[in-house]
C-alpha cells in the first residue's frame, strides 16, 4: 500500500517562489492520527442546506476542545464519511495512511475566536456549496504538518445534492450559436440532461447536451490521484444554435429521470453574440491567473482572497456592461485539489451564466512531466489539463490543444496554449498563423492574441534574472507573426501584475506609448494582465525603455470597441473599480487593407 504524500507545487515566477499557491497542499493529510478524545465535539447546522433551491448557503460550527492550542483546525470534508476513502496500492511494505483524502477547506479553530486557547470553545461560520455529497467537520490538533483528529460532527447536506449547478456559457465555433456547461451529480444512466431556452417573451425550445466526466485514472500523479482526487460529477454542454445577433434568450437547465419527473435549474439569461462585423458597442473584460478565493476567509494564502474575490466583485457588479470574458490560463490553481473546480465555477457563476467566460490554459492547469506539456515541471499537481478542458467549452477542434480562434463582433480573438510548442513547424504555431492571417479586418479591424505565458516582453524580475524578459525563444517566434499580421495588441498573463508597452518591436519603441493611437499600424502593444488574483510579482528596479506603466497590483482590462476605427483600453485596478491606465485607438486601416497576407511590406530596426 502506498503512503502517499501531498505534493507541494511549486510557482516560480518573478521572483517569488511559494510553497504551492494551492493551501490544501500545506496539510500532510497522509500523516493523520486518530486522537479522538470524547470529551470534545463539534456540532454543524442547519443540517439540511438549500431548501429554497440554494446552491450555497452558511453553515454554522461550534465545537470544543478540553486542550485548546493555536494549531488546532477545523477541515471541511466531503463526502462526509472522509475515512472511507481507499488508497491505491503501490509500495506494500508501507502501510497506508488512516486518511487518503484531503479535505475541501479549512480554517484555524482560533479564527475570530480570541478566547479559544483557554475556553477550548470556538464557533465558525462557514460557506458551502452544492458539491454532489454530504459534508462534515473535523477537528484536528497538532497543526496542518502532524495532524491528529480529535472530534468528527454530524452530517449536513443539501436537499437535493444532485441538482444541475454552476452554468458556464462559451461562444460556440459558429459566431450564432452559444455553448452551455453545468455540473451535476446525475449520470447519463440516472437521467437525461437538456437546456429549456428561448427568445425573451417568445417559445422556449429543448436541445440535448452531452456529458462527460473522467476518474482517478485519468490523473497523470499526486495528489490529484491521491489525497486531492474527488470525483468531479457530471459534466453536461448543449448547444444553443441558430441565434439572432443581439438579442436576449432565457434558459434554464434540466434533467429528466427514468419516472419522468423534471428536475430544473433556476432561470438564466444572456444576449447573443453580434454578427462579424457588425457596428455595434461591444465590450469584452481580459485578465489571468485570478483563482479561486472564499468568501468565509478559509483556506486563506498568500493573499488570495482579496485579488480573487475583488477581481470577482467588480466584473459583477459591472456586468450589465459587459458582453465577453477572457481568463487566459490560471483558471483556479486546483493543483490537483479536485474539489476546487467546483468552488471556482460557483465563485463566478454569476458572471459566467450571463456572458461567454472563455479560457485559455496555463502551466496550473496543464503542465506535468512525461505527458506532453512543452514544459516538464509539477505545476499541475497531476491534473494534466483534463479538469480544465473538461469543466470549460471552447471551440477549440482539439479540446486538448486548447488552442482557438473565436470572433466577437469586430473583434477577433486568436488565443495560443503555451503550455504545447508554439514554434516554428509546429501544428500550433501553424494555427497561429492561420488565425491571424484569415481575419478579414475590414469587417473585423480589432485582432487580438492572447496567450498565457509572456511571448512577448514583460520587465518582471525573474524574466531579468534570465535575460529573457520574456520566455526562451518566445518572442523570436511569435513577434513576427505579430508584426506582419498588424495585431494591435497581445495579451498575457503568468505574471502576476500588470505592465504595457509602448507599440515595441525588436526591443525598440517604434512610437511613443500614449494615451492615443491613431494613423497606421505601427507595432503591436503588448499588456501583462496576470493580476487577476494569485499572489503579486515583482517588476525589476531597472529601467526598461519599452515599459511604459506597470502595477504591482489586482486588476483586469476592459476593451470597449465603439465602431470599426475608434476603441479603448482600460485598466483597472481590483480593490475599487477604477481605470487607472486607459488609452484609445483611431485608425481606418487602409495600411492594413491595401497589402495580401504575404505582401505586407518587412522592415527591421537594426542599425
Known amino acids: 500500500m502506498i503512503r502517499l504524500w501531498v505534493v507541494a507545487t511549486w510557482l516560480i515566477v518573478c521572483a517569488a517562489a511559494h510553497p504551492g499557491e494551492q493551501p490544501l497542499s500545506r496539510i500532510a493529510v497522509e500523516r493523520t492520527v486518530l486522537a479522538v ?32 492550542s493555536n494549531d488546532d483546525w477545523i477541515g471541511v470534508f ?7 476513502a481507499i488508497c491505491e496500492p503501490e509500495n506494500k511494505r508501507q502501510r497506508p495512511p488512516v486518511l487518503c483524502t484531503a479535505p475541501i477547506k479549512y480554517q484555524f479553530a482560533n479564527f475570530n475566536n480570541d478566547g479559544y486557547n483557554k475556553s477550548g470553545k470556538g464557533y465558525l461560520k462557514l460557506q458551502l456549496i452544492n458539491q454532489r455529497e454530504d459534508f462534515s467537520f473535523a477537528l484536528f490538533s497538532g497543526g496542518l504538518l502532524k495532524p491528529k483528529l480529535i472530534a468528527v460532527s454530524n452530517k449536513v447536506a443539501f436537499a437535493n445534492p444532485k441538482a444541475p449547478v454552476y452554468p458556464r456559457l462559451a461562444q460556440g465555433k459558429s459566431w450564432n450559436e452559444m455553448t452551455v456547461t453545468w455540473t451535476s451529480g446525475y449520470d447519463i444512466k440516472e437521467a437525461v440532461p437538456f437546456v429549456e431556452w428561448g427568445a425573451k417573451g417568445g417559445r422556449s425550445f429543448l436541445s440535448p447536451a452531452g456529458t462527460l466526466t473522467f476518474d482517478r485514472n485519468s490523473m497523470c500523479g499526486a495528489p490529484a490521484r491521491t489525497v486531492g482526487w474527488r470525483h468531479p460529477g457530471y459534466i453536461h454542454t448543449s448547444y444553443l444554435k441558430d441565434l439572432w445577433p443581439d438579442s436576449l434568450y432565457t434558459y434554464r437547465l434540466g434533467h429528466r429521470l427514468p419516472n419522468s419527473t423534471l428536475i430544473w435549474s433556476k432561470s438564466y439569461s444572456f444576449k447573443a453574440s453580434p454578427y462579424p462585423g457588425q457596428d455595434s458597442l461591444q465590450r469584452v473584460v481580459i485578465f489571468g491567473d485570478m483563482g479561486k478565493a472564499e468568501a468565509d476567509g478559509s483556506n486563506e494564502f498568500n493573499d488570495f482572497q482579496p485579488g480573487s474575490l475583488n477581481t470577482t466583485y467588480q466584473i459583477i457588479r459591472d456586468l450589465e456592461n459587459i458582453d465577453m470574458v477572457v481568463h487566459i490560463g490560471d483558471i483556479c490553481y486546483a493543483n490537483g485539489y479536485l474539489s476546487q473546480w467546483d468552488q471556482f465555477t460557483a465563485q463566478i457563476e454569476p458572471i459566467a451564466s450571463t456572458v461567454p467566460y472563455m479560457i485559455g490554459s496555463g502551466n496550473h492547469e496543464r503542465d506535468w512531466p512525461g505527458t506532453g506539456s512543452f514544459y516538464g515541471n509539477l505545476d499541475s499537481g497531476g491534473e494534466c489539463g483534463v479538469p480544465a478542458q473538461t469543466v470549460f467549452y471552447t471551440p477549440a477542434e482539439n479540446h486538448a490543444k486548447f488552442w482557438y480562434a473565436t470572433d466577437y463582433g469586430m473583434f477577433r480573438f486568436c488565443i495560443a496554449h503555451t503550455e504545447e510548442d508554439w514554434r516554428p513547424g509546429t501544428e500550433q504555431y501553424k494555427f497561429i498563423e492561420q488565425c491571424l492571417s484569415s481575419v478579414d479586418r475590414q469587417k473585423q479591424p480589432w485582432l487580438i492574441f492572447l496567450a498565457h505565458r509572456v511571448l512577448g516582453y514583460s520587465s518582471c524580475s525573474y524574466y531579468e534574472e534570465q535575460g529573457t524578459f520574456g520566455e526562451p525563444m518566445g518572442r523570436d517566434t511569435i513577434e513576427e507573426l505579430l508584426q506582419k499580421y498588424r495585431v494591435d495588441l497581445a495579451f498575457y498573463g503568468h505574471v502576476h501584475s500588470y505592465e504595457r508597452t509602448c507599440p515595441v518591436y525588436q526591443s525598440q519603441c517604434v512610437v511613443n506609448a500614449s494615451d492615443h493611437y491613431n494613423g497606421p499600424f505601427k507595432a503591436t502593444t503588448h499588456v501583462v494582465v496576470g493580476g487577476g488574483g494569485a499572489s503579486l510579482s515583482e517588476f525589476t528596479t ?8 506597470t502595477d504591482f497590483d489586482f486588476g483586469f482590462v476592459k476593451l470597449t470597441a465603439f465602431n470599426h476605427s475608434s476603441m479603448l483600453f482600460e ?28 505582401n505586407c511590406p518587412r522592415t527591421t530596426l537594426a542599425t
Open 37 to 68: 478524545n470524547e470529551s470534545a465535539h463539534v456540532k454543524a447546522s442547519p443540517w439540511v442546506l438549500g431548501l429554497k433551491g440554494q446552491n450555497s448557503e452558511w453553515v454554522e460550527v461550534e465545537f470544543f476542545h478540553p486542550s485548546p
Open 571 to 598: 485598466y483597472k485596478k481590483s480593490r475599487d473599480g477604477n481605470v487607472y491606465d486607459h488609452f484609445t485607438i483611431s485608425r481606418d486601416y487602409r495600411d492594413i487593407l491595401a497589402c495580401s497576407v504575404d
Open 542 to 549: 531597472s529601467k526598461i525603455k519599452w515599459s511604459h506603466y
Open 78 to 84: 466531503s463526502p462526509a464519511n472522509f475515512s472511507a
